[in-house]
């Protein structure tokens, strides 16, 4: 009892099941706003908004390049700043209100009729709004990892069981959003529902529900770095089994064999790209090691600033290859999905609720416990972004693998709705760009991520070694 005690004052501490699950929901309120963006927006906008792939392309640019002047900005006002409500868990509740109203208004046709342009601006100011709010809210959030406890094991726990729930949002997006649509646009029978496409876009998720729970065990008995050899190339294989089905297979016949590709590729990237969040502690310890400073917010802010900048490559790619080939959005009668603009505004409004009442809920189970005081934090600026950047050699790796990993993410789950949408009444050409954006692209882009994860030096034993030395340090 003792020694737990000690440990307990040192930060090492032990999570029940409900803070473990009510962290974890944090993700999962995320995830039903992220991956309906991820998605299903550039969809909406160019088949039931009406925006030109090439334009909508270029709004995610911009957006991304937003968001790398605005996270740093939030990284240290976050670091410098302690709310009562708490350091980090506070802008769960700050932040999610207005965040459910923006992700609302991104998914609704309010100005059709008008003028494109006057489309145009509506999209840009209502997705800005939304992603500058998902930061402040992802930002501290990342941080909350961190700050709940310096136990190696029990993050990996909790890493794991957040990424558990973070997909399960995932699969209540990519399974539920079509059906959801389609019953309210008023499609009851079983049959003209969008089935297809829901268990397609669902077997992104389901894997999560089979390997995320074994990612402790499986890091244990292969380590780390060979965990990420092996399933990057697990997902390489199901993104070339995909391609060659697709290329050499009637699709309606061959659903049995694109399921199954499609399963190996989800079971490759989820496991992947889940446990790169568990790096994003040790990289915070590396630093504290090194400079003394626990600088969680200013650490995810960069590790914010790599994932959007992989979003910025990922959202630009989709809808630049879609203009290249020629997409034209499909006419009602031949698009799976429905194109009821009213359909898919109250499907978000029923999930960004839902979603505002999970973000509550996780509020009110972190309480942040390794984090510094304000005399520690009150010199943070902005430039220590950079500074940490530059002498923080595992970070810089992270950063890569984040880009890498979140442009691969970003291009094949925005290149999902069009694969499924009836992909044979597009030309020729069209197609071929769809399967490039859902198979190739991809798979080139896990290829660089497996070369640069190679470069990643901080093993579980000198993250150990890194730890008890700070215990010595705050002794």
Known sequence: MA????????????????????????????NLIYQTVSMYLLFFYTDIFGLKAGHAAT?????????????????????????????????????????????????????????????????????????????????????????????????????STRMFMANVGGLA????????????????SVDDLPIKMALFMGLGSLPSFVFMPLVPSIKKK???KNMFYIFLSVAILGMAMLYIITKTMNMEENMTLIYIAQFVKSTGVIVATGYMWALIPEVISYGEYTTGKRISGIVNALTGIFYKAGMAAGGVIPGAVLAWCGYVAAAEEASTLPKDSNAWFVTMLIYALIGLGLLVFCFTQCKERVVMDAKETENVKVSDLWTEFLRNKPLRVVALFFITAFAMMSVGNAAGAYYMNNLQAQTPLAQEGILWLVCVIPAILLVVAMFIISKYDLSDEKIDEINKEIEKRNA
Request: positive net charge; contains cysteine; hydrophobic residues 45%.
């Open 3 to 30: 020694n737990q005690t000690a440990n307990q004052a040192k930060g090492f501490y032990k999570l029940s099941w409900l803070q473990r699950i009510g962290f974890g929901s944090g993700d999962l309120a995320q």
């Open 59 to 159: 709004m995610f640019l911009v957006v991304r390049l937003i968001d790398v002047l605005w996270d740093p900005l939030v990284g240290t006002f976050v670091d410098k700043h302690n709310p009562k409500l708490g350091k980090y868990r506070s802008y769960l509740v700050l932040a999610g209100l207005p965040l459910t109203v923006l992700a609302i208004l991104c998914f609704w046709d309010g100005v059709a009729g008008s003028p494109y342009t006057v489309k145009l601006i509506y999209a840009y100011v209502t997705y800005v709004g939304l992603s500058m709010l998902y930061t402040l809210i992802n930002v501290p959030y990342g941080a909350l990892n961190s700050s709940l406890t310096r136990d190696t094991n029990e993050i990996t726990i909790l890493t």
């Open 173 to 188: 997006v990519s399974a539920g959003i079509p059906i959801l649509v389609a019953v309210m646009a008023g499609i009851t």
């Open 222 to 224: 292969v380590g780390k």
